[in-house]
């Protein structure tokens, strides 16, 4: 095996550092490319010089984890931060392989002597290749205290948590596939959709969606299903559906295949694939772990393996059952799994159409998808007792009681009729902190008092761009301190979906706001 010197040691972080010698590298890279939503949060925690933790982008391959890395590289540089002042590191290098972090760190700093600028930041790229990274990372803050720190993974969430008792302070900010919102603004659609309007209440400008608005926005959410998910191809409105597909079974294929199962103990990618084809084609279903483990063939213990590490890796989420009377089940028997991305569901057996069966619980899990960056991720769940059923359920996150509840109706004929809404006017009954009930249908807005309980109707395109942005605002809110959000709006307006009551007079009608009703 052959041993590198220093000097060769430092030639290869060198190559993968070129802004060092020319500044104007830094952003060539990522010219011409969107910024995703989560780029202005990791900016911003990485400026914070106060900071004892270790952020970590997380999120599958191919999502814009090292775009965002370069972009906030490019950034500090243009704003006057010293070029050498950065190093990135991708811990995937064959030359890495038998170096240990710290000694790359201290020959970093020796060399360029960066341990006279005021926090220098090392950036990590696929740190996964760390064996106990997350452990690895936070000894880091402790020798190396004058540096600030950035990694990226493609293998997250809980699975990576060593013992509970050895200190961890990496702090995940979750990168999943394109939200709706993400997706319409990668394809310059947004602004489009609205129409502008002066509001004397909210004193401010609000972009409104009437009905030609629905039918617009619904065509974006068709290609949003087939087309959207990962940056690379939904950016691109010259693909095809046969040039995504082409894609898309490539990031599957690396997600699958590669050397990434075998980090989590899985040797057999073949078993992997067929569980990963099976959740897929029934997206949005509901599964038990004796139930699935019969249908794959193997034994219980591998299939939870396997379905941890297709969550860890950002293929799938599983969402967790309530009864009738909102109260979480001690020993969870069934649970539901989506795709994180309808997408992957479209490159393995072909698009789906408007008239489509399984439309309903694509819709659902394009509703899953749009939370998968919230914080709170745990407080989306769905109920189901005897023969009913509701799609998702959101809980409070300090009293983990349910207050709202949103059942997909694609397919709207009789959408009034009381007898489609017995779950969700029997659970609202029986759950007084239920504040918001709501009916996701296709194409009809507005409400009715169904059986004593008022449900409104909302399209589930515009439900999906509404809780996109939110969940945005809120994972500011969360990593940067109450007012984030506020401070970023103010910096970049957001469009703002009008409620019916609030513009009654505007041509086209059919207008809402989510949030208000």
């Given at each position: 095996?052959?041993?590198?010197?220093?000097?060769?040691?430092?030639?290869?972080?060198?190559?993968?550092?070129?802004?060092?010698?020319?500044?104007?590298?830094?952003?060539?890279?990522?010219?011409?490319?969107?910024?995703?939503?989560?780029?202005?949060?990791?900016?911003?925690?990485?400026?914070?010089?106060?900071?004892?933790?270790?952020?970590?982008?997380?999120?599958?391959?191919?999502?814009?984890?090292?775009?965002?890395?370069?972009?906030?590289?490019?950034?500090?540089?243009?704003?006057?931060?010293?070029?050498?002042?950065?190093?990135?590191?991708?811990?995937?290098?064959?030359?890495?392989?038998?170096?240990?972090?710290?000694?790359?760190?201290?020959?970093?700093?020796?060399?360029?002597?960066?341990?006279?600028?005021?926090?220098?930041?090392?950036?990590?790229?696929?740190?996964?290749?760390?064996?106990?990274?997350?452990?690895?990372?936070?000894?880091?803050?402790?020798?190396?205290?004058?540096?600030?720190?950035?990694?990226?993974?493609?293998?997250?969430?809980?699975?990576?948590?060593?013992?509970?008792?050895?200190?961890?302070?990496?702090?995940?900010?979750?990168?999943?596939?394109?939200?709706?919102?993400?997706?319409?603004?990668?394809?310059?659609?947004?602004?489009?959709?609205?129409?502008?309007?002066?509001?004397?209440?909210?004193?401010?400008?609000?972009?409104?969606?009437?009905?030609?608005?629905?039918?617009?926005?619904?065509?974006?959410?068709?290609?949003?299903?087939?087309?959207?998910?990962?940056?690379?191809?939904?950016?691109?409105?010259?693909?095809?559906?046969?040039?995504?597909?082409?894609?898309?079974?490539?990031?599957?294929?690396?997600?699958?295949?590669?050397?990434?199962?075998?980090?989590?103990?899985?040797?057999?990618?073949?078993?992997?694939?067929?569980?990963?084809?099976?959740?897929?084609?029934?997206?949005?279903?509901?599964?038990?772990?004796?139930?699935l483990a019969q249908a794959i063939g193997v034994a219980k213990n591998t299939l939870k393996r396997q379905l941890d590490y297709l969550e860890s890796a950002g293929l799938i989420r599983r969402t967790h059952r309530l009864d009738e009377d909102g109260q979480r089940f001690q020993r969870a028997v069934t649970f539901?799994?989506?795709?994180?991305?309808?997408?992957?569901?479209?490159?393995?057996?072909?698009?789906?159409?408007?008239?489509?069966?399984?439309?309903?619980?694509?819709?659902?899990?394009?509703?899953?998808?749009?939370?998968?960056?919230?914080?709170?991720?745990?407080?989306?769940?769905?109920?189901?007792?005897?023969?009913?059923?509701?799609?998702?359920?959101?809980?409070?996150?300090?009293?983990?009681?349910?207050?709202?509840?949103?059942?997909?109706?694609?397919?709207?004929?009789?959408?009034?009729?009381?007898?489609?809404?017995?779950?969700?006017?029997?659970?609202?009954?029986?759950?007084?902190?239920?504040?918001?009930?709501?009916?996701?249908?296709?194409?009809?807005?507005?409400?009715?008092?169904?059986?004593?309980?008022?449900?409104?109707?909302?399209?589930?395109?515009?439900?999906?761009?509404?809780?996109?942005?939110?969940?945005?605002?809120?994972?500011?809110?969360?990593?940067?301190?109450?007012?984030?959000s506020a401070a970023a709006a103010e910096r970049r307006p957001a469009p703002v979906i009008a409620s019916p009551q609030q513009q009654t007079a505007a041509a086209g009608g059919g207008l809402f706001d989510p949030a208000a009703e």
């Open positions: 095996m052959p041993v590198f010197s220093d000097a060769d040691l430092f030639r290869r972080i060198a190559v993968e550092n070129p802004w060092w010698a020319d500044t104007q590298s830094a952003g060539e890279a990522t010219r011409g490319l969107g910024a995703r939503r989560l780029f202005d949060v990791v900016l911003r925690v990485v400026a914070d010089r106060n900071r004892k933790d270790i952020p970590v982008i997380v999120g599958p391959r191919q999502t814009g984890k090292t775009t965002i890395i370069r972009q906030v590289i490019a950034r500090l540089i243009a704003a006057g931060a010293p070029a050498r002042s950065i190093v990135y590191l991708s811990m995937k290098r064959p030359a890495y392989s038998d170096v240990e972090p710290a000694a790359m760190i201290k020959l970093y700093l020796s060399r360029l002597k960066t341990d006279v600028t005021p926090q220098p930041l090392v950036i990590f790229d696929d740190v996964h290749y760390l064996k106990d990274w997350r452990i690895r990372l936070t000894e880091l803050i402790d020798l190396f205290p004058s540096v600030r720190f950035l990694a990226a993974t493609s293998l997250g969430g809980p699975t990576t948590r060593g013992d509970a008792d050895k200190p961890d302070r990496t702090i995940d900010l979750a990168l999943p596939p394109l939200s709706f919102q993400e997706f319409l603004t990668l394809r310059g659609a947004e602004e489009g959709l609205f129409r502008s309007r002066i509001d004397q209440d909210r004193n401010k400008t609000m972009l409104y969606l009437d009905q030609r608005g629905v039918v617009l926005l619904n065509e974006q959410f068709q290609q949003y299903l087939n087309l959207g998910g990962f940056p690379q191809v939904a950016a691109d409105r010259r693909s095809t559906a046969h040039g995504v597909a082409d894609k898309l079974d490539e990031i599957a294929d690396r997600l699958l295949s590669s050397e990434l199962p075998g980090r989590v103990g899985i040797q057999d990618t073949r078993e992997l694939q067929r569980l990963f084809s099976l959740l897929a084609w029934q997206t949005g279903d509901e599964f038990s772990i004796d139930g539901k799994v989506h795709l994180t991305a309808p997408t992957m569901r479209a490159a393995l057996f072909g698009p789906v159409g408007v008239e489509d069966p399984i439309m309903t619980k694509i819709a659902e899990t394009a509703v899953i998808g749009q939370y998968l960056s919230d914080p709170n991720l745990d407080r989306v769940m769905y109920a189901r007792w005897t023969s009913r059923n509701i799609d998702v359920v959101v809980c409070d996150p300090v009293t983990d009681k349910p207050t709202e509840l949103y059942e997909i109706i694609w397919e709207e004929s009789g959408l009034k009729e009381a007898r489609r809404f017995t779950a969700l006017t029997g659970f609202k009954k029986r759950n007084e902190d239920v504040l918001k009930v709501q009916a996701l249908t296709q194409t009809t807005a507005g409400g009715a008092n169904i059986s004593g309980v008022d449900i409104r109707y909302l399209p589930v395109a515009a439900y999906c761009y509404w809780v996109g942005k939110q969940v945005s605002d809120r994972l500011a809110d969360y990593y940067l301190g109450p007012g984030a």
